[in-house]
Nanobody
Framework: QRQLVESGGDLVQPGGSLRLSCVAS????????IGWFRQGPGKAREAILC????????NYADSLKGRFTGSRDNVLNTGYLQLDSLKPEDTAIYFC????????????????WGQGTPVTVSS
């Protein structure tokens, strides 16, 4: 059974950092791009970035570029999202998804998705 499991979400103070993980099982993540998304309370899903199978990054949200960084470890079958300089407005459920390529923002609906990990930024 193919699945993605996110972890690393937590309660963090403003200005803090977190590293989220996305572990794939049941398939080889090497051949897939990893998309990161988030959905804040009462908000629509927002695309953050995509880490191509080669490691190249496609940023979907210019406003988050510089604070959020994507990476991957194909040996561990895992993708990562580093969150720095966190703000209260970054509070959201963070999701990863796998797709053959870094699809356009609207091209992830039929991808394999994880269940999400919650991030709360509050003092």
């Amino acid at each position: 059974q193919r699945q993605l499991v996110e972890s690393g979400g937590d309660l963090v103070q403003p200005g803090g950092s977190l590293r989220l993980s996305c572990v794939a099982s049941g398939f080889d993540l090497d051949y897939y791009s990893i998309g990161w998304f988030r959905q804040g309370p009462g908000k629509a899903r927002e695309a953050i970035l995509c880490v191509h199978s080669t490691g190249l990054i496609k940023n979907y949200a210019d406003s988050l570029k510089g604070r959020f960084t994507g990476s991957r470890d194909n040996v561990l079958n895992t993708g990562y999202l580093q969150l720095d300089s966190l703000k209260p407005e970054d509070t959201a459920i963070y999701f990863c998804a796998a797709e053959k390529v870094c699809a356009p923002v609207g091209g992830w609906n039929l991808s394999l998705w994880g269940q999400g990990t919650p991030v709360t930024v509050s003092s």
